[in-house]
């Protein structure tokens, strides 16, 4: 990850909130609690305004949400105390999204495929729950009292105003002026966690091909190969981390023909070592080394920036050198307006082949 979001906090965090109470002080509670009823929610009352709304609504979306917390309440309270120790521990785990990304050893997180047969029928029905949640966030009830989330979308970019997408660096994010917005991508994918699909630190604007054609389901917290050993844990960025990294590129290319430059003559490295794990992670989940290495590779990209440096020094009669200077100081300001942090450590590549010795001095 290139650089990292600040969060922004919003009224739509309400909505963990509501499921943080609906979760422990309602499913944990149940064998204790006794039959289920409107009752259980007076101890929150803005989210007992919302249960009973709910129950007196007969649409889609209010018996999704009402039915499927009834259910599960009922699943919970007949689960032995040991049960339900165990689901609260993932809870938490699953909703440290930070810990997660860190791959702290203490933070023990779970996925459907871990549930033990024995909660099976609390696990098919959570699934059902948390997966489509995201997508029920505009029933009424729930409108009135955490927003929307195309409001969350513009008040986060007044904020984030980079512009572009931190996970790959190429494409633009669509901002507070513009009328649509891009999608929130599920860090922990919804489809393999339960517990988070609302937690707003699981949820991070992405562009599309990062979102849609790359990470799509994968799960950045295991490796590919045989994701179900404890062991294939990795480290992942974490998006909204207060300690951002500085990530160093270096390329180095194999051939000095840039006019048949292909993928496998180019070299890319990254730093800096600290993070290495989280590099790695980072680089598999988004297709990093493909995506740049086409882009060195394109017409309108790569071979375009060493022609802008041959035409600058025999249109303008701009020393290569200084064009390079002006670069450098160029990305160390604006690293990702027009792809600078990958455009320097490629014409650096190409200097340290030689492409520029054969040119003539600059006549004063």
């Given amino acids: 990850m290139l650089f990292a979001y600040t969060y922004v906090p919003h009224k739509m965090e309400k909505m963990q909130e509501f499921i943080d109470y609906i979760f422990h002080n309602v499913w944990c509670s149940a064998p204790t609690n006794g039959a289920y009823s409107l009752d259980i929610y007076n101890g929150y009352p803005e989210l007992c305004e919302v249960m009973t709304a709910f129950h007196y609504d007969d649409s889609k979306g209010a018996e999704f949400f009402s039915g499927h917390v009834e259910r599960i309440y009922h699943l919970f309270a007949a689960l032995l105390p040991a049960q339900i120790a165990q689901l609260s521990s993932w809870y938490q785990a699953n909703n440290d999204i930070e810990r997660v990304c860190a791959n702290d050893p203490t933070t023990q997180i779970v996925r459907y495929a871990d549930f033990p047969v024995a909660l099976r029928d609390v696990k098919e029905q959570i699934e059902e729950f948390f997966k489509k949640l995201y997508s029920r966030l505009d029933i009424a009830a729930l409108k009135a009292k955490i927003g929307k989330i195309d409001d969350h979308y513009k008040t986060f970019m007044e904020t984030n105003k980079v512009g572009k997408c931190p996970f790959c660096g190429l494409n633009d994010l669509l901002g507070k002026d513009h009328g649509n917005r891009d999608a929130y991508d599920h ?60 990530l160093d590129i270096h390329i180095e290319l194999r051939t000095s023909d840039i006019e048949k430059l292909t993928r496998t003559d180019i070299n890319l490295t990254f730093g800096p070592a600290a993070v290495n794990e989280q590099i790695e992670t980072w680089k598999d989940v988004y297709g990093i080394e493909e995506r740049y290495e086409a882009k060195l590779c394109t017409e309108s990209d790569g071979k375009a920036w060493l022609a802008q440096v041959f035409d600058e020094w025999k249109e303008l009669g701009r020393d290569p050198k200084d064009f390079l200077e002006t670069l450098a100081l160029n990305t160390r300001n604006y690293p990702f307006t027009d792809c600078n942090f990958l455009k320097k450590p490629f014409l650096d590549a190409c200097q340290a082949k030689g492409l520029f010795d054969a040119l003539p001095p600059v006549q004063s």
Avoid: G, M, Q, W
Wanted: overall charge positive; charged content about 15%.
């Fill in 187 to 246: 860090y922990l994918p919804k489809a393999i966690y339960p517990f988070n699909s609302i937690n707003f630190k699981n949820l991070v604007p992405a562009c599309h091909h990062c979102n849609s054609s790359y990470k799509t389901s994968k799960d950045p917290a295991y490796t590919p190969k045989d994701p179900t050993r404890t062991a294939n844990r990795r480290a992942v960025f974490y998006p909204y981390t207060t300690s951002p990294h500085a």
